[in-house]
């Protein structure tokens, strides 16, 4: 019998739901298995494949959560983190769909009929959106940011530089924030501007980084973009922001939690095939109780995910800082112990680059910084406790 909370099964999905997350793992195991993914991602550098994003995109599965009025396929939010939990367990190399995700929950809460029309479209394609907040000198205190855009002749145009744009490189078009008005709080004129990664005045490098090339900073230098490239209000970004914190952190969390299981999967097959002193090791106690350990906290963390899911799901509106931290810090501190104990647990060859774990590590210790970091999720939830 499956079990109900390991990933092979959930007795809390609807039959439509089970079968959409087999038709996913069933497309990764056939196109992403480890010969066909090093070619996919050009040795592990590059994790997001066009091909792979536009195939998927044709599946439908790029469309959930945007509405079927412009070429979407609907959706919850659930269906959602069921997708992104499957496709970085299958390591489909679609890593620019998480950020992008995050942008299209922007776009459907403040979007414009137009931007809508033109992202939404791009997307269903296969395109790839991004979003950049992050600067060299403010990082988790994202309101101290001070790249700014004024109107020039019904234009805006933007300045400073942005540090950190994951897969700004292969976006449409990134998600900026700046500062429109230098009076008031820091939490006051900011806003969002969508630019296209082509625009004359951006200039996009990539950042070197543990796990590849997937990272940018960005260079804005009079940066011309049209009137209606404001998203949402003008000095409505804070709040903007801070309405997509639910979504996001469900959207770091569900793939974390993925990455987790696929490290707990490799380093479980590896512990029944190896023998030592005769015996498999995973017939010692000192590794069972590691597995132990770690399938209890898949499945907390799994049930984490979905609920807070479902419940954005409820109520959109609804905000949750306390339940979405705690997707995120559970789901990527798990990823980043998952991938340390697989490591141990398959002691040398868990250190080659030859077996997998090593990559899974990398992946996985960037998760517990990006998107917030554990120490920020930790203030949050402490707050929330009245502290
Ligand atoms: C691979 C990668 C991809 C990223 N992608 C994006 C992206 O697409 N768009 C984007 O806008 N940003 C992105 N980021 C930026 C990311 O969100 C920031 O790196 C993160 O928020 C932390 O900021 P920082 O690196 O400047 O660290 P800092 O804020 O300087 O923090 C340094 C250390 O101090 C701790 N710290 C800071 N403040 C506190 C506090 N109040 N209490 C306790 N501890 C604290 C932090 O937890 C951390 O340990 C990405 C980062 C990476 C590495």
């Given at each position: 019998m499956e079990a109900a909370l390991t990933g092979r099964g959930d007795l809390t999905l609807s039959d439509e739901q089970q079968d959409f997350v087999r038709s996913v793992r069933d497309f990764c195991a056939r196109e992403c298995g480890p010969q066909r993914l090093r070619e996919l991602t050009n040795g592990f550098e590059d994790l997001h494949n066009e091909e792979i994003a536009r195939r998927m995109a044709e599946l439908g599965w790029l469309g959930i959560t945007i509405p079927e009025e412009y070429g979407g396929s609907g959706g919850t939010f659930l269906d959602a983190a069921l997708f992104l939990e499957e496709t970085a367990k299958g390591e489909?190399?679609?890593?620019?769909y998480a950020v992008t995700l995050i942008v299209v929950g922007t776009l459907n809460r403040f979007g414009s009929e137009e931007q809508k029309r033109r992202l939404f479209g791009a997307v269903t394609g296969g395109g790839a959106l991004a979003i950049a907040m992050s600067e060299p000198d403010s990082g988790s205190d994202v309101a101290s940011l001070k790249a700014s855009a004024e109107r020039s002749n019904g234009d805006w145009v933007l300045n400073g530089s942005k540090m950190w744009c994951s897969y700004a490189h292969k976006a449409e078009e990134i998600l900026i924030v700046v500062r429109?008005?230098?009076?008031?709080?820091?939490?006051?004129g900011l806003s969002m501007i969508l630019v296209p990664r082509?625009?004359?005045g951006l200039t996009i490098t990539p950042i070197e980084t543990l796990g590849g090339t997937e990272t940018n900073e960005l260079h804005l230098d009079g940066c011309r973009v049209p009137a209606e490239a404001l998203l949402g209000s003008e000095g409505g970004g804070w709040t903007q922001l801070m309405s997509g914190l639910n979504s996001e952190r469900v959207i770091l969390g569900a793939s974390a939690l993925g990455l987790a299981q696929r490290a707990f999967d490799e380093a479980l097959a590896y512990a029944k095939e190896r023998r030592q002193f005769g015996r498999p090791?995973?017939?010692?106690q000192a590794i069972q109780h590691k597995f132990a350990d770690m399938a209890t906290d898949l499945a907390q963390a799994r049930l984490l995910v979905r609920s807070v899911a479902r419940m954005t799901d409820d109520d959109?509106?609804?905000?949750l800082p306390q339940e979405a931290s705690m997707v995120k810090l559970a789901s990527t501190e798990l990823a980043k112990r998952c991938a340390l104990e697989g490591m141990q647990i398959m002691g040398g060859y868990g250190y080659a680059s030859e077996y997998p774990m090593e990559r899974y590590l990398r992946s996985a210790v960037v998760t517990t910084i990006f998107g917030g970091t554990s120490e920020i999720q930790k203030n949050i939830i402490a707050k929330t406790l009245g502290l």
């Open positions: 489909a190399p679609i890593g620019a429109t008005d230098r009076g008031g709080s820091p939490h006051q082509e625009t004359a090791i995973g017939s010692f959109p509106e609804r905000m």
